[in-house]
T-cell receptor, first 114, second 115 residues
Framework: DAGITQSPRHKVTETGTPVTLRCHQT?????MYWYRQDPGHGLRLIHY???????DKGEVSDGYSVSRSKTEDFLLTLESATSSQTSVYFC?????????????FGSGTRLTVV | DQQVKQNSPSLSVQEGRISILNCDYT??????FLWYKKYPAEGPTFLIS?????DKNEDGRFTVFLNKSAKHLSLHIVPSQPGDSAVYFC??????????????FGQGTILTVHP
């Protein structure tokens, strides 16, 4: 599916360095989400957006920030990466709440902090 | 505090038999439930959902059952096929305009279907 793409797909970075992950959609969907997947925890919400410049925190937002200056792009930034942020990060999009509740997920970014 | 729990980390079944994946939730405000399937190195994909006003929803080989009084839902796959081998996530939404469509996911269950 070309409707949502994440970049990069893989990244290795050093502790203390800033990292930005990008999510790009071509569906013109209003809602965008960042999740992280970790063994034993499933998928946990980091931040989400309900419109351009409208964002809010999820359950595991500490150490992360986001920005959405355009409908199609949702950026996740780790200001100073730590080893606990080693994870697989998924972006998801969805249309209006009254439509299909299902998200469409990107293919993920595997981030390793060494 | 895990509001959505999948207590079985893994499940192994024989091809052609039924697979039953279980999910429990604690938040009584949840009113919509979904199942996602995930293959390695791919994002999760939507499988089936159910509203809290229903107790069953079918889509081909997949059926989801909801027991609101027990705060429990299950996914039945009949018959199971080797291609069903994946990680299955249960998810729930509290609904309403202020929820912004946020989903709370369980930990996932690894299903292995043996030929």
């Amino acid at each position: 599916d070309a409707g949502i793409t994440q970049s990069p797909r893989h990244k290795v970075t050093e502790t203390g360095t800033p990292v930005t992950l990008r999510c790009h959609q071509t569906e013109n969907h209003r809602y965008m989400y960042w999740y992280r997947q970790d063994p034993g925890h499933g998928l946990r919400l980091i931040h989400y957006s309900y419109g351009v410049k409208d964002t809010d925190k999820g359950e595991v937002s500490d150490g992360y920030s986001v920005s959405r200056s355009k409908t199609e792009d949702f950026l996740l930034t780790l200001e100073s990466a730590t080893s606990s942020q080693t994870s697989v990060y998924f972006c998801a999009i969805r249309g209006e709440i009254t439509s299909n509740y299902g998200y469409t997920f990107g293919s993920g970014t595997r981030l390793t902090v060494v | 505090d895990q509001q959505v729990k999948q207590n079985s980390p893994s499940l192994s079944v024989q091809e052609g038999r039924i697979s039953i994946l279980n999910c429990d939730y604690t938040n009584s405000m949840f009113d919509y439930f979904l199942w996602y399937k995930k293959y390695p190195a791919e994002g999760p994909t939507f499988l089936i959902s159910i509203s809290s006003i229903k107790d069953k929803n079918e889509d081909g080989r997949f059926t989801v059952f909801l027991n609101k009084s027990a705060k429990h839902l299950s996914l039945h796959i009949v018959p199971s096929q080797p291609g069903d081998s994946a990680v299955y996530f249960c998810a729930a939404s509290a609904g309403g305009g202020t929820s912004y469509g946020k989903l709370t996911f369980g930990q996932g269950t690894i299903l292995t279907v043996h030929p």
